[in-house]
């Protein structure tokens, strides 16, 4: 059975960092993509970063370009989402996700997953 638990939210200023990370069990994360996704009150559910099967290639929504990170930890069976210069607009629940073909390519489109966690919440005040 595949479970993504998602840790690492929390309330913090404008301008904090926050370090997110998802652990996987009942499957590696080394070859498969995986992506991180967020809700914001009100909102529908949109990609946040992905990251191939191999870690060599990553992606980023506009919004978050230069300023969140993501990679991952085979050894660990981990996928991170490092935050910086957090604004109040990324608060939102963020989910981690997994796609379920073997060597596919990483995707923006959330019904390209088939794996999820049960998200974290990330707030961030002005």
């Known amino acids: 059975q595949v479970q993504l638990v998602e840790s690492g939210g929390g309330l913090v200023q404008a301008g904090s960092s926050l370090r997110l990370s998802c652990a996987a069990s009942?499957?590696?994360?080394?070859?498969?993509?995986m992506a991180w996704f967020r809700q914001a009150p009100g909102k529908e559910r949109e990609f946040v970063a992905s990251?191939?099967?191999?870690?060599?290639?990553?992606y980023y929504q506009d919004s978050v370009k230069g300023r969140f990170i993501i990679s991952k930890d085979s050894a660990k069976n981990t996928v991170y989402l490092q935050m910086n210069s957090l604004k109040p607009e990324d608060t939102a629940v963020y989910y981690c996700?997994?796609?379920?073909?073997?060597?596919?390519?990483?995707?923006?489109?959330?019904?390209?997953?088939?794996?999820w966690g049960q998200g974290t919440q990330v707030t961030v005040s002005s």
């Open positions: 990251i191939s099967w191999s870690g060599g290639s990553t």
């Open positions: 009942g499957r590696t994360v080394s070859f498969y993509p």
């Open positions: 996700a997994q796609r379920s073909v073997r060597f596919s390519s990483p995707s923006d489109g959330q019904d390209e997953y088939t794996y």
